[in-house]
Structure formats: structure tokens, C-alpha cells
């Protein structure tokens, strides 16, 4: 009976990981991402010319944005600050950040993104902010909106120059 069992477990074991890893290369011929989940080139949406000001994602918990080389897309938390927009990435220095987070190492090579939003597609680029006086208040700004700890300014700030948090302008 023992054996019985354990084959059969075995096999349930062995169609969940083919299911999963079925699932995950899926994903990568998907238009645009699922959740937390990682898709492929975005082949729907209406290119437009970017605005100046971002304000109107003022409320919005998350964005769609693929990459461009590879053309990848993913989901990320924002935050508007004098109508510019910011995106982070988080737990750079972490096993887990170093296996879970390849784009921003994607944005070193090639900082083109496409941001998805609302059926728009605007093409844009990523410039990366260690210094300067915008990244404490954008940083407390991330903490509030999504109840991070992060500290003071100067901690948040810290977090940024150690490069434990990669934070992103989005630029034309």
C-alpha cells in the first residue's frame, strides 16, 4: 500500500513541476505579464506621446513595463512626485533579489522601456538615481504608499547608495 502511495505522489510531484514549468515558458509568449508573473513583448496596445506630467497615475498601485532587449514584461510599484514618475526595485543584495529581479540588470544594458498603461504604450527610458535630493522624499513617498520600513530619509537614502534598492526615473 506504502508503495502505492508514494508512486502515486511521485507522479503528482512530477505533473505539478511539468504543469509549472509549461506554465512559466507560456508566459513568455504572453502579451504582457500575470501579476507577479513575468510575460513576453506587449503586442497589444496604442502607441502615444508621453505626457509631462504623471499625476494621473497618482492612485495606481502598479504598471505594466516590458523591456526592450530581452522583450520581457513585468508588473511594478510606482510613485508620482511633482509629476514625474519613479519606479523601485527592491531586494537587489538578497539571494532572493538576485534571482527574482533581472531587469534592472536588463536596464543597465539597455535602459528602453514600453510602459503599458490603460492601453497606451509609451516609450520611454530608465535613468537610475543613487544621489541627489530627490530620493529621500520619492523613498518615503514608496514606503507610505506601499507600509514599508524604511526609516528616515537619510536611512532610505542609505538603502539606495549600498544599492539594497534601485530606484528609476522615467524619462523620454
Not at 506621446?49 to 497618482?58: G, K, Q, R, T, V
Request: proline share 3%.
Amino acid at each position: 500500500m506504502l508503495k502505492i502511495i508514494t508512486r502515486w505522489l511521485l507522479l503528482v510531484i512530477v505533473a505539478v513541476t511539468i504543469g509549472l514549468a509549461g506554465f512559466f515558458i507560456s508566459m513568455r509568449f504572453a502579451d504582457g505579464p500575470m501579476g507577479i508573473v513575468s510575460g513576453g513583448a506587449f503586442s497589444t496596445g496604442i502607441v502615444a506621446a508621453a505626457p509631462s506630467n504623471w499625476s494621473f497615475l497618482e492612485g495606481r498601485e502598479v504598471i505594466e513595463f516590458q523591456t526592450v532587449a530581452p522583450e520581457t514584461s513585468r508588473t511594478v510599484w510606482l510613485v508620482v512626485f511633482d509629476g514625474q514618475l519613479y519606479l523601485v526595485s527592491g531586494y537587489m543584495n538578497t539571494d532572493f533579489g538576485k534571482i527574482w529581479k533581472q531587469w534592472p540588470h536588463y536596464i543597465e544594458k539597455d535602459n528602453r522601456v514600453i510602459l503599458r498603461i490603460d492601453g497606451k504604450l509609451y516609450q520611454q527610458q530608465l535613468q537610475r538615481l543613487m544621489t541627489g535630493d530627490v530620493i529621500a522624499p520619492v523613498m518615503v513617498k514608496f514606503s507610505e504608499k506601499y507600509q514599508l520600513s524604511g526609516g528616515s530619509g537619510e536611512d532610505i537614502a542609505a538603502m539606495i547608495a549600498r544599492g539594497d534598492t534601485w530606484l528609476y526615473q522615467v524619462v523620454p
